[in-house]
């Protein structure tokens, strides 16, 4: 069993017996830093993961960044991305480096086969080996290159041995100065670690990250500043919304949650079971607040079944979704049946939690309290 901080949210059953539980801990709060709901510690600290990653663009288009390389909406979407390394992914991030002047080969991500199985296929039939521009976080490590390089236009030179993603380059101290004020901390208090990717990871408390993508959704109500940020966030939130496609890929649950959310959710989520989701104002009532929830699955949850889950469940719980809305989502959950190798039903999985409102707020999703 975890520690304290999580708590039961998901279960699998055989027959009437409950074989596995899963733990994690959630925080919901609004654009003015209130907690709303939570499961578990909402105060538990944890990595980010790839859910960082709109954070991490944001001090490129803060700067100009979008309007001096001529960056499209599909461009900043997959530098916000885990992409699964499709042909139309690696399109997208070959047109982002050739407007920035990065190169493939300055990636420092290192390399991987392509999250979407048909096209890893592909290429193990072709005998091609994948590059790192097929490796999912390529738009990340490729937006980082740019703003070094749009730093070197500005007149900014960068001296020394230091490579881009060394935590105490000039634009890595910028990346996590910017997530620190988005999530109203001290930049001390962000624990740092490194990625999947040798980028480095911050770690806060839940109940902050999820502060940071409710002003990420809504920056001017969530007093964002200077203006060229509340611009850079209204731009990244557009840009994976509008395109939830270069976000993950083919049947992948960010991509599926947005194309169904039609530009109130924004999702992202991240290794170990990690998820941050930002509702747009008026997703949940007229006049309902930005809000943002970040979730951990503690012991990781490879395959991401029981996070996508418990997402699910808190949209439902929260009244974000349609019962039209779940029956197209189905497929991640909150619930579905356990099968065994010849095909027969033993089994179900399915959510077990119930959000515990704050007492102020216990009565906030009723529509007629907005």
């Excluded at 959630?26 to 939570?38: E, F, R």
């Excluded at 730093?151 to 996590?176: A, C, M, N």
Aim: with cysteine; aromatic share 6%.
């Amino acid at each position: 069993m975890p520690d304290s901080s999580y708590s039961p949210v998901f279960e699998l059953t055989r027959g009437k017996t409950v074989e596995s539980i899963h733990y994690g801990a959630g925080a919901v709060v609004d654009v003015h830093g209130n907690l709303l709901a939570s499961f578990g510690n909402p105060s538990t600290t944890t990595f980010l993961r790839s859910t960082a990653k709109p954070f991490q663009a944001i001090p490129l288009l803060e700067h100009g960044g979008q309007e001096s390389f001529g960056l499209s909406p599909r461009e900043i979407a997959v530098m916000c991305a885990s992409h699964s390394g499709t042909d139309n992914h690696l399109e997208v991030v070959k047109a982002l480096q050739r407007k920035t002047g990065v190169a493939e080969s300055d990636l420092m991500c290192g390399t991987h086969e392509p999250i979407h199985e048909p096209t890893a296929e592909m290429l193990r039939n072709r005998k091609e080996l994948p590059t790192p521009n097929r490796h999912n976080c390529s738009g990340k490590h490729s937006g980082m290159l740019a703003y070094v390089h749009l730093k070197e236009r500005l007149g900014e030179t960068f001296s020394g041995e230091l490579s881009y993603i060394d935590p105490l380059h000039p634009i890595q101290q910028e990346i996590v100065r910017t997530f620190a004020e988005m999530c109203e901390l001290p930049v001390t208090s962000v624990k740092m670690g490194i990625d999947g990717c040798s980028a480095p990871n911050f770690a806060v408390p839940l109940r902050n990250a999820a502060l940071a993508f409710s002003r990420l959704c809504d920056p001017e109500t969530g007093a964002v500043s200077p203006p060229t940020r509340v611009m850079a966030c209204k731009n990244i939130t557009s840009a994976m919304m509008s395109n939830p496609d270069m976000v993950g890929g083919p049947g992948r649950f960010d991509t599926r949650l947005m194309q169904i959310g039609r530009g109130r959710i924004l999702s992202k989520g991240g290794a170990e079971a990690y998820h941050g989701i930002g509702l747009l104002p008026g997703a949940i009532a007229p006049g309902s607040p930005s809000i943002g929830i970040a979730l951990k699955i503690s012991d990781g949850d490879d395959r991401k079944k029981a996070c996508n889950a418990v997402v699910l469940e808190v949209l439902r719980q929260l009244g974000v979704l349609s019962a039209d809305d779940m029956e197209a989502l189905a497929d991640f959950g909150p619930w579905y049946d356990i099968f065994n190798w010849r095909k027969l039903v033993v089994g179900e999985a399915r959510t077990n939690f119930d959000l515990k409102y704050s007492r102020k707020y216990g009565l906030i999703y009723e529509k007629s309290t907005w």
